[in-house]
Nanobody, 126 residues
Framework: QVQLVESGGGLVQAGGSLRLSCAAS????????MGWFRQAPGKEREFVSV????????YYADSVKGRYTISRDNAKNTVYLHMNSLKPEDTAVYYC???????????????????WGQGTQVTVSS
């Protein structure tokens, strides 16, 4: 089992930046591709980004491409999401997840991720 805990969310003005962290415990995340998703009120959970086990492959939703950067530190068992040029439409609860159900790293399907954190709220004011 992998336990995931997100942190780093908060309230920020449009154009600002935040860095989210996802700390894992229970077992090493080095064997998992790791992803970030988000869910805004009244909307379905949306894929944001994923990073391969060795950080060679990264993949982003079009809505965040060029503004967000995913990274990981396997030695620290932690995944990060650097968010720049934030917009009000980025407001959501952000979740990290470990990919367990697909052999394809660039999957955006929530069902391919077997472990989830509890989420951290990001609010971007205009």
């Amino acid at each position: 089992q992998v336990q995931l805990v997100e942190s780093g969310g908060g309230l920020v003005q449009a154009g600002g930046s935040l860095r989210l962290s996802c700390a894992a415990s229970g077992r090493t995340i080095s064997t998992y591709a790791m992803g970030w998703f988000r869910q805004a009120p009244g909307k379905e959970r949306e894929f944001v980004s994923v990073i391969s086990r060795n950080s060679i492959i990264t993949y982003y939703a079009d809505s965040v491409k060029g503004r967000y950067t995913i990274s990981r530190d396997n030695a620290k068992n932690t995944v990060y999401l650097h968010m720049n040029s934030l917009k009000p439409e980025d407001t959501a609860v952000y979740y990290c997840a470990a990919q367990t159900g697909s052999g394809v790293v660039r999957t955006s399907r929530p069902g391919d991720y077997g472990y989830w954190g509890q989420g951290t709220q990001v609010t971007v004011s205009s």
